[in-house]
């Protein structure tokens, strides 16, 4: 798959390492493609660096990456998303969001000429997707969105990132209980001191 990066920090940075590993072509979308955070990214002969709207020409499937307060403006950097997959993998936290929007997918949609967006990636923290092996358990991941043709491109991708699975919680008027499920994880994680090494699967019985 040919993936368009926007936002190579924390989360961006481990999904780009993980999808190369699995031989999918990466173009990181930054302002300064010679000074960025993230540019040891490029060590991966699948991967190269970009102007944000670039980037996204090339890709079939654009991951967003970026601090909430800026999706709206990120959203309008895109350019012509017309037939991409959009991945929104933010969280609005303790109210730092885009000005108007009460979860950061909708700003994204309100703002580009896509319909096929998906929330996937934003429940847990970089380090899981790193390693999101637990010993003999590997942790689960969760998508929302109306488009069921992201829905696909999000599991399968999760897949290639070393997740168990990929659970299907519902539609766009799930987005914001996305952004508060990853809101949970935070919680545990920070401010109830379990550390960043937690992680949810789901359990059947």
Same mark, same amino acid.
């Given at each position: 798959? *040919?993936?368009? =990066?926007?936002?190579? !920090? @924390?989360? !961006?940075?481990? %999904?780009?390492?993980?999808?190369?590993?699995?031989?999918?072509?990466? /173009?990181?979308?930054?302002?300064?493609?010679?000074?960025?955070?993230?540019?040891?990214? %490029? *060590? @991966?002969?699948? #991967?190269?660096?970009?102007?944000?709207?670039?980037?996204v020409a090339m890709a079939e499937v654009v991951l967003v990456s970026t601090p909430a307060p800026t999706a709206i403006a990120v959203a309008q950097s895109l350019g012509?998303?017309?037939?991409?997959?959009l991945i929104d993998s933010m969280n609005i936290v303790m109210g730092r969001g885009p000005e108007g929007y009460r979860n950061t997918a909708q700003a994204i949609l309100?703002? #580009? @000429?896509?319909?096929? +967006?998906?929330?996937?990636?934003? #429940?847990?923290? /970089?380090?899981?997707?790193?390693?999101?092996?637990?010993?003999?358990?590997?942790?689960? +991941?969760?998508?929302?969105?109306?488009?069921?043709? !992201? *829905?696909?491109?999000?599991?399968? +991708?999760?897949?290639? &990132?070393?997740?168990?699975?990929?659970?299907?919680?519902?539609?766009?008027?799930?987005?914001?209980?996305?952004?508060?499920?990853?809101?949970?994880? =935070?919680?545990? &994680?920070?401010?109830? !001191? %379990?550390?960043?090494?937690?992680?949810?699967? %789901?359990? *059947?019985?």
């Amino acid at each position: 798959m *040919k993936i368009a =990066i926007i936002g190579t !920090g @924390n989360v !961006g940075g481990a %999904l780009a390492t993980k999808w190369a590993q699995k031989g999918h072509r990466m /173009y990181l979308g930054v302002r300064d493609t010679q000074n960025f955070k993230g540019i040891e990214l %490029l *060590k @991966n002969p699948l #991967t190269t660096a970009h102007p944000v709207g670039e980037a996204v020409a090339m890709a079939e499937v654009v991951l967003v990456s970026t601090p909430a307060p800026t999706a709206i403006a990120v959203a309008q950097s895109l350019g012509d998303t017309t037939g991409k997959i959009l991945i929104d993998s933010m969280n609005i936290v303790m109210g730092r969001g885009p000005e108007g929007y009460r979860n950061t997918a909708q700003a994204i949609l309100d703002h #580009t @000429n896509t319909t096929d +967006l998906v929330k996937c990636f934003n #429940t847990t923290g /970089y380090n899981n997707m790193i390693n999101p092996r637990y010993g003999s358990q590997v942790l689960d +991941l969760f998508v929302a969105g109306d488009s069921k043709r !992201g *829905k696909e491109i999000a599991r399968q +991708l999760a897949l290639d &990132a070393g997740f168990g699975a990929c659970h299907d919680i519902g539609g766009n008027d799930k987005f914001e209980l996305m952004e508060q499920f990853a809101w949970f994880w =935070i919680n545990l &994680a920070m401010f109830q !001191g %379990l550390g960043r090494d937690i992680g949810f699967a %789901l359990l *059947k019985r």
